[in-house]
Structure formats: C-alpha cells, structure tokens
C-alpha cells in the first residue's frame, strides 16, 4: 500500500508562481512513475506532468516551458513548479504514485490540493 499526499496549493494572481509537493509512504519499491494531474470543475481529470524512475519527463502541450516536474528520491517526494499561471491553471492537482507489483501495474493517488489563479 502506498498513501499520497499532496501540498502548497493556493491562490494566486495571474503570472505567478507555485509549487506543489507530493509525499509517499509505505511500500514504495518498484516505483516506475510519479506524476501530476488536475481536474478542473466539469472536466476529465488530465495528465499535467510525468517523471519515470529513469528520470525522463513529459508534459503536458499547455504546461511546457512553464511547469517542471521534479523528484527527491531519498526523501520520497515529487515536487512540480508552477511558473507563469495562467486563469486556465485554475483546478486540483493531484499527485499518482505507480509502481509495479507482481507484473501488475498498482496507481495511487493523494487526495489533491487546489490551485486557483485568479486576478
């Protein structure tokens, strides 16, 4: 079992910044990915940013060159910075933990944290 909590969501105006946080416990082994999603009020959940156990990244098309997506793998963390938002930021980012477990693929997911770019 893996818990996932996500953290530093908030308000903020147009053009600036955030940084979320994502912290795991419990069975982390054969982690394969970590990444960040967000659901706006109305829309699918959509995949903002991802980072293998390798370390190779993809973004979403709305996100790159403003959003990085990033690891600490001693401490189990996964952060995701948050430059130049935009009104269209505005959702809840929620933090998916996959590992691989007895040639299964097994996703979790935090509960989320709500970012909202507002003037």
């Known amino acids: 079992q893996v818990h996932v909590v996500e953290s530093g969501g908030g308000l903020v105006q147009p053009g600036g910044s955030l940084r979320l946080s994502c912290s795991a416990s419990?069975?982390?082994?054969?982690?394969?990915?970590k990444g960040w999603y967000r659901q706006a009020p109305g829309k699918q959940r959509e995949l903002v940013a991802v980072i293998s156990s390798g370390d190779s990244t993809d973004y979403a098309d709305s996100v790159k060159g403003r959003f990085t997506i990033s690891t600490d793998n001693a401490k189990n963390k996964v952060y995701l910075q948050m430059n130049s938002l935009k009104p269209e930021d505005t959702a809840a980012y929620f933090c998916n933990w996959k590992k691989l477990s007895n040639g299964e693929y097994l996703t979790y997911w935090g509960q989320g944290t709500q970012v909202t770019v507002s003037s």
């Open positions: 419990g069975n982390l082994f054969n982690t394969v990915a």
